[in-house]
C-alpha cells in the first residue's frame, strides 16, 4: 500500500498541498552525522517545488537516529492547486493607497526556490559576484527605500548609502532605527508603509515573509538563480513565465564563486504591463544585467 504525506506549499497567488507517497520517494537523506536514510512524516513543514519534473524537491525533516536536521530529495509530485485569491488581496492592498511607485523584489534563490537556512543564505556569504549585483540594484536609484523584514535586516552587514524600511511587529507607529534618523525607520504594517510613501520607489530585499506579501505588488524582480545542492528552510515565490516576462537574462557559465553557473534574471510582472512603471522600469530604471556585473568589458576609453 502507498503512504501518502500532504504537505502544505505556499505558490506565487495559490496555496497548494502536495502529495508524496512514500513509495516514490528517493531516500536520499543529507544528515551528516549519521547518514540515516530514513524519514518521518511531517504535515507541518513548508516546501518548496522545483520548476521542472526534474527538479528534486528537498523536504526538511530530521533524523531518526540522532535528530538533526535531515532532508529528502523527493521525486518530483503533482500539485493540487487550491485557494486561489490568497495574494489577491494583497494586490488590492496596493491599489487601495494609491501607491505610485515602482516595487521591485530582489532575491538570490538555488534551482527550487530556496533562499534561506537557519537563518543565513543557503550558499554562505562569500558570493562576491551576487553582492556586486545586489549593490548595483539596490544603488542604483539613490531615493528608493529598501524594505526588509526584522529577520534579515538584523543580519544584514553595514550597507552604506542605502535608506531602510524594516518590518515588525515589535514597534506600535514609525519608529527611527537605532533611535536615530540616518538610516531609516522600523514600521509595525505594510498599510503604514505605503500610506506614507506612495510614490516613493520601493525595493524589497527579503527575507521569505516580506517576498510572500510583497509579490502581488512586485512591478519588477531581480533574480539570481544558483545551482548547487543546498539545505534550505525558507522559500520565495514560484516565479514562472505565465505571471511574468523576461526583460533581460545573464549566464555566467563556471562562476568564480561556486564552479557552477549562476543566472541573472530581471522579470517584469504582469501587474506592471503596459502599465505607467513599465515605461519607468524600461527607459530609466532597468538596466543590463552584464553591464553591470562586468562594467570593465562596457567602459569607454576616451583618449
Ligand atoms: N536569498 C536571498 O535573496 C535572501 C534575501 C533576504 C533574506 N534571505 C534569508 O531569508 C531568511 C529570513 O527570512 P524570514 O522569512 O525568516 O524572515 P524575514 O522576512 O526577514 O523577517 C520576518 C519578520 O519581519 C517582520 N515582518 C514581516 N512582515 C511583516 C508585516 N507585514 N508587518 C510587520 N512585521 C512584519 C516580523 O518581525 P517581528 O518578529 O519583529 O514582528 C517577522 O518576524 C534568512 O535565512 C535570510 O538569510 C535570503
Not at 528534486?56 to 530529495?73: M, N, R, T
Not at 504591463?273 to 556585473?293: A, P, Q, T, Y
Request: charged share 25%; aromatic share 10%; glycine share 6%.
Amino acid at each position: 500500500m502507498t503512504e501518502a504525506t500532504e504537505i502544505p506549499v505556499i505558490g506565487n497567488d495559490k496555496v497548494t498541498t502536495v502529495s508524496i507517497p512514500v513509495k516514490a520517494t528517493r531516500r536520499i537523506v543529507l544528515c551528516n552525522e549519521c547518514e540515516d536514510g530514513s524519514y518521518r512524516r511531517s504535515t507541518k513543514r513548508k516546501v518548496r517545488v522545483g520548476n521542472s519534473p526534474t527538479d528534486p524537491v528537498l523536504i526538511p525533516h530530521e533524523c531518526k537516529e540522532c535528530g538533526h536536521e535531515a532532508f529528502i530529495e523527493a521525486a518530483w509530485v503533482e500539485l493540487v492547486w487550491e485557494n486561489a485569491n490568497l495574494d489577491a488581496s494583497r494586490n488590492m492592498l496596493r491599489d487601495q493607497y494609491g501607491h505610485a511607485g515602482v516595487i521591485s523584489l530582489i532575491w538570490a534563490r538555488t534551482h527550487n526556490f530556496g533562499i534561506g537556512h537557519k537563518g543565513d543564505l543557503p550558499w554562505g556569504r562569500d558570493f562576491p559576484t551576487d553582492l556586486k549585483w545586489f549593490k548595483a540594484v539596490t544603488t542604483h536609484n539613490p531615493k528608493a527605500l529598501l524594505v526588509v523584514g526584522r529577520e534579515t535586516y538584523e543580519g544584514l552587514p553595514p550597507l552604506p548609502d542605502r535608506q531602510f524600511a524594516v518590518l515588525t511587529t515589535s514597534v506600535s507607529e514609525k519608529t527611527p532605527i537605532d533611535g536615530t534618523e540616518g538610516n531609516g525607520y522600523y514600521y509595525p504594517d505594510i498599510p503604514t508603509l505605503l500610506e506614507e510613501h506612495s510614490e516613493t520607489d520601493l525595493i524589497v530585499i527579503g527575507g521569505g515573509h516580506c517576498y510572500k506579501q510583497w509579490f502581488a505588488m512586485a512591478d519588477v524582480v531581480y533574480e539570481t538563480i544558483i545551482y548547487g545542492s543546498y539545505p534550505v528552510d525558507v522559500f520565495c515565490p514560484m516565479l514562472n513565465a505565465d505571471n511574468f516576462t523576461n526583460l533581460d537574462s545573464h549566464c555566467v557559465k563556471n562562476c568564480d564563486d561556486t564552479g557552477k553557473p549562476v543566472v541573472f534574471n530581471i522579470w517584469l510582472s504582469n501587474r506592471a504591463k503596459g502599465s505607467i512603471e513599465e515605461h519607468i522600469i524600461r527607459d530609466r530604471w532597468n538596466f543590463k544585467v552584464e553591464e553591470k556585473l562586468f562594467p570593465e568589458k562596457f567602459t569607454t576609453i576616451s583618449e
